[in-house]
Protein backbone atom coordinates (compact mmCIF):
# COMPACT_ATOMS: atom_id res chain seq x y z
CA UNK A 1 0.00 0.00 0.00
CA UNK A 2 1.19 3.47 -0.90
CA UNK A 3 -0.75 6.83 1.46
CA UNK A 4 0.68 9.93 0.00
CA UNK A 5 -0.52 13.43 -1.08
CA UNK A 6 -1.20 14.26 -5.08
CA UNK A 7 1.84 17.08 -4.76
CA UNK A 8 3.87 14.20 -4.31
CA UNK A 9 2.26 11.79 -6.78
CA UNK A 10 5.05 11.97 -9.50
CA UNK A 11 7.65 10.32 -7.38
CA UNK A 12 5.59 6.98 -7.84
CA UNK A 13 5.63 7.64 -12.21
CA UNK A 14 8.73 5.54 -12.21
CA UNK A 15 6.71 2.45 -10.72
CA UNK A 16 6.13 2.59 -14.69
CA UNK A 17 3.49 0.90 -17.12
CA UNK A 18 -0.30 1.24 -16.24
CA UNK A 19 0.55 2.69 -12.59
CA UNK A 20 2.60 5.41 -14.31
CA UNK A 21 -0.21 6.16 -16.35
CA UNK A 22 -3.25 6.05 -13.65
CA UNK A 23 -0.89 8.56 -11.67
CA UNK A 24 -0.73 11.14 -14.75
CA UNK A 25 -4.49 10.58 -14.86
CA UNK A 26 -5.17 11.72 -11.73
CA UNK A 27 -2.46 14.62 -11.78
CA UNK A 28 -4.01 16.27 -14.63
CA UNK A 29 -7.62 15.98 -14.54
CA UNK A 30 -9.59 18.15 -12.57
CA UNK A 31 -12.27 15.55 -11.33
CA UNK A 32 -13.85 18.55 -9.15
CA UNK A 33 -15.86 19.19 -12.16
CA UNK A 34 -16.63 15.56 -13.71
CA UNK A 35 -19.70 14.17 -13.13
CA UNK A 36 -20.09 10.77 -11.10
CA UNK A 37 -19.97 7.64 -13.31
CA UNK A 38 -17.55 4.82 -14.82
CA UNK A 39 -14.32 6.65 -17.47
CA UNK A 40 -12.21 4.35 -19.82
CA UNK A 41 -8.94 5.58 -20.19
CA UNK A 42 -7.79 1.86 -21.66
CA UNK A 43 -10.59 -0.34 -21.73
CA UNK A 44 -10.75 -2.83 -18.94
CA UNK A 45 -6.97 -2.29 -18.35
CA UNK A 46 -7.22 1.28 -17.32
CA UNK A 47 -10.11 3.48 -16.14
CA UNK A 48 -11.81 5.29 -13.17
CA UNK A 49 -14.97 5.48 -11.60
CA UNK A 50 -16.21 8.87 -9.79
CA UNK A 51 -17.88 8.38 -6.52
CA UNK A 52 -20.09 10.62 -4.22
CA UNK A 53 -21.42 8.99 -1.53
CA UNK A 54 -21.94 9.57 2.29
CA UNK A 55 -19.60 7.84 4.51
CA UNK A 56 -20.94 5.08 6.84
CA UNK A 57 -20.14 3.85 10.68
CA UNK A 58 -17.14 1.15 10.59
CA UNK A 59 -19.31 -1.73 11.11
CA UNK A 60 -21.22 -1.20 8.12
CA UNK A 61 -18.13 -1.28 6.09
CA UNK A 62 -16.04 -4.23 4.38
CA UNK A 63 -12.64 -5.52 4.13
CA UNK A 64 -12.13 -5.95 0.75
CA UNK A 65 -9.31 -7.23 -1.56
CA UNK A 66 -8.86 -7.67 -5.91
CA UNK A 67 -7.09 -10.01 -7.97
CA UNK A 68 -6.80 -7.99 -10.93
CA UNK A 69 -6.56 -4.07 -10.26
CA UNK A 70 -4.86 -2.14 -8.34
CA UNK A 71 -7.19 0.10 -6.77
CA UNK A 72 -5.70 3.86 -7.02
CA UNK A 73 -7.88 6.08 -4.57
CA UNK A 74 -7.51 9.75 -4.62
CA UNK A 75 -9.92 12.12 -2.45
CA UNK A 76 -11.19 14.76 -4.24
CA UNK A 77 -14.07 16.14 -1.10
CA UNK A 78 -14.43 15.60 1.93
CA UNK A 79 -12.66 12.62 3.94
CA UNK A 80 -13.00 9.08 4.92
CA UNK A 81 -11.00 6.56 7.36
CA UNK A 82 -9.88 3.45 4.94
CA UNK A 83 -9.32 0.52 7.01
CA UNK A 84 -6.17 -1.24 5.64
CA UNK A 85 -4.69 -4.92 6.50
CA UNK A 86 -2.05 -7.03 4.56
CA UNK A 87 -3.34 -10.13 2.94
CA UNK A 88 -2.40 -13.24 4.95
CA UNK A 89 -4.70 -15.90 6.05
CA UNK A 90 -7.89 -13.96 6.66
CA UNK A 91 -11.09 -16.45 5.74
CA UNK A 92 -13.38 -14.63 3.22
CA UNK A 93 -16.36 -13.49 3.82
CA UNK A 94 -18.30 -13.61 0.98
CA UNK A 95 -16.58 -15.19 -2.60
CA UNK A 96 -16.96 -12.95 -5.87
CA UNK A 97 -17.81 -13.84 -8.90
CA UNK A 98 -14.09 -13.64 -11.08
CA UNK A 99 -15.28 -10.96 -13.41
CA UNK A 100 -16.30 -8.42 -10.65
CA UNK A 101 -12.72 -9.22 -8.81
CA UNK A 102 -14.18 -8.14 -5.39
CA UNK A 103 -13.55 -10.37 -2.29
CA UNK A 104 -14.88 -9.39 0.76
CA UNK A 105 -12.84 -10.73 4.31
CA UNK A 106 -12.90 -10.89 8.22
CA UNK A 107 -10.43 -9.83 10.14
CA UNK A 108 -8.70 -6.78 11.65
CA UNK A 109 -7.61 -3.49 10.17
CA UNK A 110 -5.59 -0.42 11.09
CA UNK A 111 -7.93 2.96 10.12
CA UNK A 112 -6.12 5.73 8.40
CA UNK A 113 -7.48 9.39 6.94
CA UNK A 114 -7.86 9.86 3.62
CA UNK A 115 -8.05 13.71 3.16
CA UNK A 116 -8.83 15.72 0.12
CA UNK A 117 -5.79 15.89 -1.72
CA UNK A 118 -4.51 12.76 -0.87
CA UNK A 119 -4.38 9.03 -3.00
CA UNK A 120 -4.12 5.44 -1.72
CA UNK A 121 -2.49 2.53 -4.08
CA UNK A 122 -3.97 -0.91 -2.95
CA UNK A 123 -2.05 -3.60 -4.66
CA UNK A 124 -3.78 -7.66 -4.58
CA UNK A 125 -1.82 -8.35 -1.39
CA UNK A 126 -3.21 -5.58 0.67
CA UNK A 127 -7.21 -5.45 1.84
CA UNK A 128 -8.54 -2.22 2.04
CA UNK A 129 -12.10 -1.15 3.92
CA UNK A 130 -13.07 2.21 2.07
CA UNK A 131 -16.09 4.58 3.21
CA UNK A 132 -15.55 4.65 7.13
CA UNK A 133 -16.76 8.07 8.61
CA UNK A 134 -14.29 10.21 10.36
CA UNK A 135 -17.21 12.64 11.05
CA UNK A 136 -20.19 12.80 9.20
CA UNK A 137 -19.37 14.27 5.77
CA UNK A 138 -20.32 13.21 1.87
CA UNK A 139 -17.25 12.66 -0.07
CA UNK A 140 -16.62 12.51 -3.26
CA UNK A 141 -13.56 10.33 -4.82
CA UNK A 142 -12.39 9.05 -7.72
CA UNK A 143 -11.20 5.18 -7.68
CA UNK A 144 -8.47 4.31 -10.61
CA UNK A 145 -8.58 0.21 -11.64
CA UNK A 146 -5.34 -0.48 -12.76
CA UNK A 147 -5.50 -3.97 -14.27
CA UNK A 148 -2.00 -6.31 -13.29
Request: charged share 25%; aromatic share 12%; net charge negative.
Amino acid sequence: MILDHIDHAHFYSALGGRLAEAIHCVRTTDFSRTAPGRYEVDGENLFFMVNEYATKNQQDCELEGHRQYIDLQFMIAGSELIGYAALRNQPASVISEPEEDCWFYQGESSLFLLEEGMFAIFFPADLHMPCVRARYEWVKKVVVKIRV
